[in-house]
């Protein structure tokens, strides 16, 4: 059975896919925290902007199998549109439920697969495109793939921690806390962020244009 989310079409708004039409298939849970804001400050990511608990959003529900899943996944890609198909398979940490045989089946009807994980657990090569986001004092076992995009700043997972690894693509994405109602932060991440891709050329900037161009 896979717990999900929400099931939905937009444009992806981060990192190296940027701008591109995608279904997003959000996956409900995560190891690295349990989606309570009680347990946030305590948790070994503390800085999450994402709904992935309960599986109450839009086709979100308990999938008994992977053909169904994929069937739900497949109605939300517009009817002929030319061109290979493209999900995200994201959440809370989608690799806590993401098996071989959804995997399978959704190679079968033609989808590429895009996956965004926080790299705590192994991720199967047959994934077209891996996307790590370290978190925290948390412990990466997945040190390769396509594109590695960090939030920055973490004074626990900075930059030179990864910059040896072995993906195609670093970014540097500006961290996000106007929707963390505890947070008295007003540090200004995003020029932080520029200035240090302007002094390490190897990390480009990731912006999330869904929140800039109000976006799903």
């Not at 008994?64 to 061109?83: C, N, R, Y």
């Not at 926080?118 to 990466?140: F, H, Q, R, Y």
């Not at 996000?176 to 995003?190: E, H, L, N, P």
Request: charged fraction near 20%.
């Amino acid at each position: 059975m896979y717990s999900v989310k929400e099931v939905f079409y937009t444009l992806q708004g981060e990192g190296r896919h940027a701008g591109r039409p995608a279904v997003f298939c959000r996956f409900a849970g995560c190891n690295l925290w349990t989606g309570s804001e009680a347990r946030r400050a305590s948790s070994l990511c503390t800085f999450c902007d994402t709904d992935f608990v309960g599986v109450d959003g839009t086709s979100g529900g308990r999938y008994t199998s992977a053909a169904d899943l994929v069937e739900t996944i497949e109605q939300h890609w517009p009817e002929g549109m030319p061109g290979h198909p493209l999900v995200v398979l994201t959440g809370g940490e989608p690799m806590l439920q993401v098996d071989e045989t959804l995997l399978h089946a959704l190679h079968d009807e033609g989808f590429e697969i895009a996956l965004e994980t926080n790299g705590t657990i192994a991720v199967p090569d047959m994934v077209d495109w891996i996307c790590v986001s370290p978190k925290g004092e948390s412990e990466l076992i997945q040190t390769h793939g396509h594109e590695l995009k960090l939030v920055y700043p973490q004074h626990q997972a900075m930059p030179e921690q990864f910059a040896h690894l072995e993906f195609d693509y670093f970014y540097l994405q500006p961290m996000d806390t106007s929707y963390i109602t505890t947070s008295s932060d007003d540090g200004d991440y995003a020029q932080q962020a520029i200035e240090y891709c302007l002094l390490h050329p190897q990390w480009h900037l990731s912006l999330q244009t869904h929140k800039i161009t109000g976006m799903r």
